[in-house]
C-alpha cells in the first residue's frame, strides 16, 4: 500500500475538496470532476486516485440519498426494482472493464453528453414540474439499469447526466426527484465499483476519510438547496456540470 504523508495542510485541502465535490454532485452530478483531479494532484498513482475517489464519493451519494429520502423527494420503494437492475449493470461493467479497453467510449460519450446539453437547453421546463411518464417505472429501470450500470462500472463520466435527463425524459419527473433518484442509482453502481478497488488495495482510506468528511458536508447542504428551489437552481448547475464534462473527455480524447 501507498505511505502517503498526512499534513495539516493536505487534510484542509482534502476536505474543502470533498465539500465542494459534495455539493456540486449532490445537486446535478461530476463531483468526480472536483475531487479526481486534486487526488492526483497531491501525488495519488491513478489507480489510486480512483478507487480512493469512488471511496469519499460514495459518502456525499449515500448523504445526498438519505437527504432526499427524508424530505420525501424520492422514496426505496420506488427505487428497489432499479437498484436491483443497476447493481447487475454495475457488476457486469466492473469485470468487463478489467478486460476490455474503455478507450472507444472516450469518442462516442462526449456525443450522447452534447445531445443531453441540447435536451436540457432547448426542451422548454423540461423538469420544471413532473408530466405524466412516457413508459412505466419497470420498463425504464429494465432499460436503464443494467445499461448506466454497466456504463458507471465500465467508464463513468457523466452517469448522473444520463440518470437525470432519462427520469425527466421518460419518467416525467420533476429535476428534483431526478436528482433524487439520480443519487440512489449513482450510490449503488459505486459501491460495486469501490468494492472491486479495494480488493485490488487501490484505495487510501486515510486521504479518503479527509474528503469524505467534506463531501458529507457539501452533499447535506446541495441536496437541501435543491429541495428548496428545485428546478430554477438545479437546471443552470446540471447543465454548466453537463458542459463541463463533455470539455473534459474531448479534452482528455483529443487533447
Known amino acids: 500500500m501507498l505511505d502517503f504523508d498526512l499534513t495539516a495542510g493536505i487534510i484542509l485541502l482534502l476536505f474543502s475538496t470533498g465539500l465542494a465535490a459534495g455539493f456540486v454532485d449532490s445537486i446535478a452530478g461530476g463531483g468526480g470532476l472536483i475531487a479526481l483531479p486534486m487526488l492526483l494532484a497531491v501525488g495519488l498513482p491513478p489507480q489510486v486516485a480512483l478507487g480512493t475517489n469512488k471511496f469519499q464519493g460514495s459518502f456525499g451519494t449515500f448523504s445526498a440519498s438519505l437527504n432526499f429520502i427524508r424530505e420525501r ?3 426505496l420503494s420506488e427505487c428497489g426494482f432499479g437498484i436491483l437492475m443497476t447493481l447487475i449493470g454495475a457488476a457486469a461493467g466492473a469485470v468487463t472493464v478489467q478486460m476490455l479497453d474503455p478507450g472507444f467510449l472516450t469518442y462516442l460519450v462526449p456525443i450522447l453528453l452534447f445531445l443531453v446539453l441540447l435536451y436540457t437547453v432547448f426542451s422548454k421546463g423540461v423538469g420544471d414540474a413532473a408530466h405524466p411518464p412516457k ?5 425504464f429501470f429494465v432499460l436503464f439499469g443494467p445499461a448506466l450500470g454497466f456504463y458507471d462500472g465500465f467508464f463513468g463520466p457523466g452517469t448522473g447526466s444520463f440518470w437525470t435527463a432519462g427520469c425527466c425524459l421518460f419518467l416525467g419527473y420533476s429535476l428534483t426527484r431526478a436528482a433524487g433518484v439520480t443519487r440512489i442509482m449513482n450510490f449503488t453502481s459505486n459501491i460495486v465499483s ?3 478497488f479495494i480488493l485490488g488495495g487501490n484505495v487510501l482510506f486515510g ?23 428545485g428546478a430554477r437552481f438545479i437546471r443552470p448547475i446540471f447543465t454548466a456540470v453537463v458542459a463541463v464534462t463533455i470539455a473534459r473527455l474531448v479534452y482528455v480524447g483529443f487533447g
Open 207 to 229: 486521504v479518503g476519510l479527509c474528503m469524505a468528511a467534506g463531501q458529507v458536508v457539501g452533499a447535506r447542504i446541495g441536496s437541501g438547496l435543491a429541495i428548496r428551489n
Open 194 to 196: 469501490l468494492l472491486l
Open 73 to 75: 423527494q424520492v422514496s
Open 135 to 139: 413508459m412505466g417505472r419497470r420498463l
